[in-house]
């Protein structure tokens, strides 16, 4: 419905990104109870559809891009189990939304923040789960 009734039209950079974000969220939320073959296609189109939004181009501060980020983090973490991915993208997306957050306005800095601690938490979570792996292997 999303592809036909809407990314089917011409529509700005910003509204295509969070339609292309919400069909990879949508495939997210399948994988996460799926199995066998249906898990393998789903998993493939919500990484089609995450990679997608990511190549559009909006500003390292925009709550879309933030979100994608996010989402497309959790389902590298969660989902393809790829910690490495996931932290990079986190990672990446964090250093450059910090690099210009002293640049918005306060209604965007709002929004824009608590998509900002949502990323630090999940790195640091993330970072601890795999320094803990680590010590457990040494053993």
Known sequence: MIN??????????EAKAFFVKM????YRYI????KDAVL???????NEAYQKANAID???????????ALNFSVFNYEVLKDHATACN?????LSQALDKIDDLEEDDFRDSKSIIELLKEN??????EEEGDNAIDDL
Not at 4 to 13: F, P, Q, S, T, Y
Not at 123 to 128: A, R
């Open 4 to 13: 036909d009734c809407v990314l089917a039209h011409d529509c700005e950079e």
């Open 23 to 26: 069909i990879g969220d949508y």
């Open 31 to 34: 994988a996460e109870n799926a």
């Open 40 to 46: 393998e296609d789903v998993k493939n189109k919500a």
């Open 58 to 68: 909006l500003p390292a501060c925009n709550p879309i891009k933030l979100g994608l």
């Open 89 to 93: 993208l986190a990672d990446t997306a």
């Open 123 to 128: 790195l640091t979570l993330w970072k601890e």
